[in-house]
C-alpha cells in the first residue's frame, strides 16, 4: 500500500492506548457511522456520505452488528502523518483528505476508505478484544517462548519480526494496529485469503466471510539445496503423508552437544497414492531447517548466544541432509513420526510459506534456537498443541516432550534393525568408519584407539602405517582417507565462511568468492530479497511468480557459478596448514590407490571389504 494509508504515527497510536486504558466498551460490534456536517458544504457531505457509506456496505456481518450508542464521524485538523483516529464515540478524519476526496481523487478516495475501515476496525478490537486473543497473537508473529508455560516474548526480542513483504510495517508496531491494517486488506482485498491464508480463516471466523478470489494450492518455496539451490519450487498438502521430527544426535561440539532440530515432509512421488510407501521416495522429501546459511550446521559460539546469526527457515532435499550429518558431521539422524491429520499437515505447511517468505528471526542458543523455532512452528499452526507445555530449548527435550505428549510416535525407533530398512533411523557413517578401522587397526596393530584419533593425525603421521598395510588393510584405509578428505573439506569451508563473516564486522580478508557465496546462499532463507519490496505482500501470487521464476532462476545460475568457482579455486584461499594437509591427504590417497592394484594382483583378485 502506498504511504497515504501507513505510517499513521504515533499521535494516534499513543491516543488509543490511552483510550483502550480508560474506556470500556460494550462486547457488541462497532455502532452506526453518523456524519458531523458542521461546517460542511454540500458536495463535501455528499462525498463524505458516500466514503461512509461505501465503508458500511464492505463490513461483514459481526461488524455490522449495530449497539447503543452510535459513531460520529467528523472531519479534524490531525497532523498531516495521521490519517484517523478513533475516539471514545467519535472517528476523526484527517481534512487534509476531504478536497482531494470531492474533486474525485482515486487516491484520496482509497486512502479515506481504508482510514475509516481501519479505525473501526479499532472499535471492533475493544469490543472484542481481537488483539488480545492468544490465537491471533501466534498467527500475528508475536511468538510463544519455547517453555512448559507458552508465555510470550517479551523485552530485548518483543518485537514482531515477521517484518519481510509485510503490507503495512505499521502493523508490526502492536498488536491492535496488525489486527486493524489487517482488516483494511481482508476487506479490501480478494487476494487476501491467497496471501494471508491463515489470518484471512480467522478473521472470517470473527468477523464473518467476505469474497475472495481463488488460491493456487501448494507450498511455494525457493529450493536451498546444492544442486537445485534457487530453484523456485511447490509443494502439494495432498502429497504430503506425514511430517517427522527429524533429529540430527548430538556431538561433542559445544553448540551441537544436545543435537539439531528439523522437520521432514514424508512427500510422495508423483503417481504414487499417499500412504506408508512414500517413505521410500526420500529423493522427493524434504526438510524445514531453520539456520543461519543454507551450509551452515556448526555455528561459532559466541556468535550463537549473543544473536550474531539470523535465524531463517530453509527448505532443503532430505537426501542432502542426510549426507551433510552422517557422512560429514558424523552425526546419526533420527525420523520419529507426528501424530497430524491431513488438515494439520496442511497448516504446517501453510506456516512455513509464511515464515519463509517474512520471516526474519534472530538466533540466540539459550532462548531462540533451532529446537524453539521448529516447536513455534508446530505451535502456531496447530491450535491444539497450546497449552500443553510441549516447548523445550533443547532439541532432546522438545522430542521428549512432544513424546510424552502422544505427538511423536517413537514407537517407530524400537526395533534398530527395522528402524534402519523403513528409514526412521539414519546411522552415523562414524559405526561404519569404526569398523574400516577396526580392520586396519587389527591388521597393523595400530596404537590409537578410536578412528578419530586416526583421523586427527597428520597425513605424514599415518603415512608410514599406510606402506605397510595389506590388502583389506589398504582398502579399508582408502575409504578412511577419503573421510578424511571430506572432513577436512568441510573444515576449510567453515574457515572460510567464518573469515567472511570476520570482514563483514572489521574488514578482514575473505575471497570476493566466498562473499558472493554467503550472499547468495542468505536468499535461500530469505527469498523475499528476490522481488520487488514495494509490491505485494504475504505469499507470492501469480502476478509476483513470473518474475520471481526469472530472478530465482538467475540465482540458481549465480550459485552454480559461484560454486564451481569456490571449488576451483579453493587451495589458493586455503591457509598453508590446510593446504599441506590436503595435499598430504591426495598423496595418502594415490599411495593407497596404488598399493591397492599391486596388492590385488599379487594376490590374485581376492574380494575386498
Sequence with gaps: MSGLTGRRGIIRGGLALLILATCAFSASAVAAM????????????????????????????????????????????????????AGRAELLLNRGLLAPLVEGSDAARRAALTTVLHELAHFQDRADGISRDPRFLDLAGWQVRATRFNTRVAGR????????????????????????????????????????????????????????TPCANGLLYVDAGEGDGGALATIDPERVYAIDYLLAEGNAQPMSRWGHSMLRLVVCAPGRAPGPDCRLDLAHHRVLSFRAFVDDVQISSWSGLAGGYPSRL???????????????????????????????????????????????????FLGNNCAAETWKLLHDSVPRFAGQGIGSITPTGLLRRLENAGVADAAVLGDDAEALRLGYRFESQGAYFEQLYATAKTSLSLPYRTVTQWMDLSPEQRRPWIQRADLRASAALLLLEQAAQRRALSQVRDALKRRYLASSRDEGDAPDVVRRLLKQSAYLGRPSRLMDESRGYGIPQAGERAALQVRSAT????????????EQGAREWMGPQQRERMDGIVANSELLGTRLRTLHAEQGGLRLP
Design 34 to 85: 453518523k456524519l458531523d456536517n458542521a461546517g460542511l458544504s454540500t458536495d463535501e457531505r455528499v462525498a463524505t456520505q458516500r466514503l461512509l457509506d461505501d465503508a458500511q456496505s464492505r463490513l461483514p456481518a459481526r461488524m455490522r452488528e449495530l449497539s447503543g450508542s452510535e459513531i460520529t464521524v467528523r472531519w479534524s485538523s490531525l497532523d498531516k502523518q495521521v490519517h484517523g483516529h
Design 157 to 212: 526480542m518483543r518485537e514482531n519480526r515477521f517484518v519481510d513483504r509485510s503490507p503495512d510495517a505499521y502493523e508490526l508496531t502492536r498488536p491492535s494496529e496488525y489486527f486493524a491494517v489487517n482488516v483494511e486488506h481482508y476487506l479490501l482485498d480478494p487476494q487476501y485469503a491467497c496471501r494471508r491464508p491463515a489470518l484471512h480463516r480467522y478473521l472470517e471466523q470473527r468477523l464473518g466471510a467476505v469474497s475472495n
Design 314 to 364: 530453509f527448505v532443503l532435499p532430505m537426501e542432502q541432509v542426510i549426507d551433510e550429518y552422517t557422512k560429514v558431521e558424523l552425526r546419526g539422524l533420527r525420523s520419529v513420526p507426528l501424530r497430524l491429520s491431513q488438515d494439520e499437515i496442511a497448516a504446517v505447511l501453510e506456516r512455513t510459506a509464511q515464515l519463509h517468505w517474512s520471516y526474519d528471526g534472530r538466533y540466540y
Design 555 to 566: 540465482l540458481r545460475t549465480d550459485l552454480q557459478a559461484t560454486r564451481a568457482e569456490l
